[in-house]
C-alpha cells in the first residue's frame, strides 16, 4: 500500500540527496539550538555535512536528464557501458582521451573516445545516464559546474568538456 502516487515518488526519488542534506543540516541546527552547549558540538559537523550533501544533491540534480531515452548505460569498475538500441559498446574510464556533449543530435549525447576504438555516442537521457555524473567526476582535471552548465545550454556546437593531457617525452637534440 503506498500514500504516494508514482509521479510523486518519482519526483521525491529525483531529490533524494538534497532532501536528505536538509534534514541532516535541520537536525544539526535543532542541536546547536536547543539542547545546550554539549550537543552543539555534534550539531555543527552536522550543518557542514547537511550543506555538503544538499550541494552535491543539487549538482546531481542538474546533471538528470531523465530516464526515457534510448539505451541503457551501466558503470561498473571504472568502465562506462552502453547497451542502444542500435548501438553500443564500452570505455574505461582511465584510458578515455576526451569527453564531448554533441548537442547537433537529438537528444543530446555524450562521446566517450578512447584510442583504438570507435566513439561511444550516449544518449544524456538514457536509462542509468545518472551514474555518469560520478563516473565523469573521477576524470582528472575535469570542472563539474561547466559540465552541467554546457548541459543546460542551449545551441546545437558540439562541446569538448574534458580532454586528457598526454604528457609526450622531452625532445633530444643529437648535435
Known amino acids: 500500500m503506498t500514500f504516494l502516487r508514482p509521479e510523486a515518488a518519482e519526483s521525491l526519488w ?11 543540516g535541520l537536525t544539526g541546527l535543532w542541536l546547536v ?18 550543506a555538503g550533501l544538499a550541494w552535491i544533491g ?12 534510448p539505451g541503457a548505460v551501466q558503470v561498473d569498475e571504472g568502465e562506462v557501458t552502453y547497451f542502444g538500441p542500435l548501438t553500443g559498446g564500452t570505455v574505461a574510464l582511465r584510458e578515455m582521451q576526451s569527453l564531448t556533449l554533441e548537442r547537433n543530435m537529438y537528444p543530446a549525447h555524450w562521446r566517450l573516445e578512447q584510442p583504438g576504438q570507435s566513439a561511444l555516442l550516449i544518449p544524456v537521457n538514457a ?18 559546474e561547466r559540465m552541467l552548465g554546457e548541459l543546460r545550454a542551449g545551441g546545437v556546437q558540439s562541446v569538448v568538456i574534458w580532454q586528457r593531457h598526454v604528457q609526450r617525452p622531452p625532445v633530444r637534440v643529437l648535435h
Open 58 to 69: 543539487v549538482q546531481r540534480l542538474r546533471f538528470r536528464a531523465g530516464r526515457d531515452g
Open 14 to 24: 529525483r531529490w533524494r540527496e538534497v532532501i536528505a542534506g536538509a534534514v541532516l
Open 127 to 144: 536509462a542509468g545516464s545518472e551514474a555518469l555524473f560520478d563516473a565523469f567526476a573521477t576524470l582528472p582535471g575535469i570542472r563539474t
Open 33 to 50: 539550538a536547543v539542547p545546550g552547549f554539549l550537543l552543539a558540538v555534534v550539531g555543527y559537523p552536522l550543518i557542514a555535512a547537511g
